[in-house]
């Protein structure tokens, strides 16, 4: 007797797990302001977002919150004592880099702004979807792009262009980055 054939069963995939309930944004409860939120660094483009998030922030009565971030080194992960020193270093420049964005926002015409200050320690992009997490009065990541014609950036790929983006908790307004100042204060 001939054996009959079975259907093929198709495979399943594997479960995805439930995403993750997102916690309610407190940016318009009475008490709290909206904040944009700019990660700073050495790079042109972070002025671009600093530009547009300052502007937003005053003339939508709003609040505008600096991120800097110290990455890791991973070869001083051996040496405790050097590690110590890099990771002081690297408040050091946190420090340095807030002044020198205050004296830009002053100079742009934003006197009356004066922006939280936050440092973290880690890998950028998740320490920045960490934070967003954890301050629910953070309303929008502004990031610059560069000008550069190999691409946007690490930061605008991995967070705007990403995995990430379908999913990220707040939305992301990417400043193209062959914006003048007065081009990026006439559109904020």
């Given at each position: ?24 944004r407190q940016s318009f ?37 600096l991120l800097y971030v ?112 007065e081009e990026i204060l006439?559109?904020?």
């Amino acid at each position: 007797m001939a054996k009959k054939k079975q259907p093929a069963t198709a495979k399943k995939a594997p479960a995805q797990a439930a995403p993750r309930p997102r916690s309610k944004r407190q940016s318009f409860v009475e008490g709290h302001k909206r904040k944009f939120l700019v990660v700073v660094d050495e790079t042109p483009e972070c002025e671009s977002a600093l530009a547009f998030a300052a502007s937003r922030a005053v003339r939508t009565h709003g609040q505008l919150a600096l991120l800097y971030v110290i990455e890791p080194g991973a070869e001083f992960q051996h040496w405790l004592g050097i590690e110590e020193v890099a990771r002081e270093e690297g408040h050091n420049k946190a420090k340095a880099v807030f002044r020198l964005f205050g004296r830009k926002i002053k100079a742009m015409g934003f006197e009356t702004l004066a922006p939280d200050e936050i440092v973290r320690e880690g890998v950028k992009a998740e320490e920045i979807t960490k934070l967003i997490e954890e301050d629910h009065d953070i309303g929008v990541l502004v990031l610059g792009a560069s000008k550069d014609p190999s691409g946007p950036g690490p930061l605008v790929s991995t967070l705007a262009g990403g995995k990430l983006v379908g999913t990220f908790p707040v939305p992301i307004t990417v400043v193209p980055g062959h914006l003048s100042l007065e081009e990026i204060l006439a559109l904020a």
